[in-house]
């Protein structure tokens, strides 16, 4: 069924009774030629490998329900602002397949390029702001510099003569944005449905047969299948779904807390992050506040953090919008991400034949959601990388070829 | 969370900066004819299991000590506090 304009009025005519499931509900045939574990990249992957690359026979499996990682709790943010040349082309490469998305899928996932701004505080701030622009212009991204008299006009209520953090501009970037994030599983899902491609949720991947070195399917709370390629994109769970493949990683798992004001009238013009602390924030349709910060910082599973943190997240609020203070919080909660040890992703071949990996996101993976599924799917169709995902190795601290975005060396708290 | 110093008694966590796994204690000698191998995983590869964790904690804000800290990841229950130096010399390190 195609979504349109005609089709919301026939059916509102109509009772609304002609509306049909989004997707299949299969259960696992006993082999595939490709089985990619985990429905969020991964559910982008099967639908690009279907579709661009022209595979059959995909079969996704799940878990838990569509979204219940980390692609249905994160802040959606979405932005093409890096420096390196390692990454900056993928997350543009990411920015162009966000922006034709929705027709691409026949699917509204509430693609908004509202603009993101990253404000600083400093001259040498403003220096780095500059030279980050300037290899965003360079990978045919936009980027430009505002003055405080343009980020007055833009964002009044921001606290400009603060004592200790005065604002001196921001880095804008206007093709930056918000998605919602669960509707982008769904779009994919509903689209690879169509072209075939077997959703199974509920259904936990336990096990990997490997004989001499190569992956001929896995185990699953279904039972066995069999595959000719398997694409791991568990994010949050790497270490734990690897492990069974005799494989450890440069991973840590940590968790994030995100939060939601209650409803207010339009107030911000968009994404805005705080350049002197971990502070970022956007305001949904529906008018909520949505900010987080910073990780937590241990080693973590539990999907929810502890009160120093969401005491440190709302001091940047404060910071910099003061404001935001006498807005109730109305909800929050926490995911559980793959930390690398350089905040940087992983979409690579692994050491045993027939079993890829995708992960290391870190607390910036939705952005990358769609460039990361077409990467993977490059990667299981052809064997080989994609030309914007070619850094994103498994072995470059080995080769000590980091993606050390911060500058600041390897540690697992970066993003 | 609390952890329950050895020295000092219950602390609040967020006087604490976290380090990672209590393997890190483990420093490859790099006189040995794999160190390239053993510094690269002892640097960036873990175990990062689900449940039960050692960990290095330092006593910033407090007595600048350095803690193990067994801790279940899932939960977030501490479980049991020592003080790094004598977890070390329990590994054998020191000698
Ligand atoms: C609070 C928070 C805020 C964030 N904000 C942003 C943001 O604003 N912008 C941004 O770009 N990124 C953000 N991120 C990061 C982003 O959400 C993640 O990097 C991204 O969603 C990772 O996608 P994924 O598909 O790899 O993981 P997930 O969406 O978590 O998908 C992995 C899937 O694998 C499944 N799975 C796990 N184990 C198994 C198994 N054994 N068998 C079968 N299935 C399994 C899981 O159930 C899950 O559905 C945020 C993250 C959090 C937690």
Redesign the pocket.
Known sequence: MRYSAWHILKQGLTGNKGWQPMWREPEPKPAYDFVI??????MAAAYYLAKVFRAKRIAV????WL????????????RSNYLMPANQPFYEFSMKLWEGLEQELNYNSMVSQRGIMNVFHSDPQRDAAARRGNAMLFSGADAELLNTDDLRRKAPFLDFENARFPIKGALWQPRGGTVRHDAVVWGYARAADALGVDIIQN????GFQIQDGVCTGVE?SKGPVRAGRVGV?????SS??MEKAGIRLPVESHV???FVSEGLKPALPGVITFGAGHF?VSQSDKGGLVF?GDIDGYNSYAQRGNLPTVEDVCEGGMALMPFIGRARLLRM?????DMSMDGSPFIDRTAITGLYF??G?????????PA?GYCMAHLLAHDRSHATASQFRLDRFLRGQLIDEKGVGAQPNLH | MIINHPLLGPRDAAEFTYLGDVSLINRPDWKDAEAERKFHDYLYLRDNPAGEHRELWYHEQGDRSWLVVTRDTVTHEVKRVELAREAALAMGRGK
């Open positions: 574990v985990g429905a969020g990249h991964g499996l799940e878990k838990g979204g219940s990682g980390n692609t249905g709790r994160n802040t959606t943010i979405i259904c936990e991947v336990t699953t994109c568990v994010a949050g769970s734990r779904v994030l807390q995100a970022y987080g909660w926490g995911g559980v991400m995708n992960g996101w870190c607390y910036g993976g939705f952005k990358a959601t990361s």
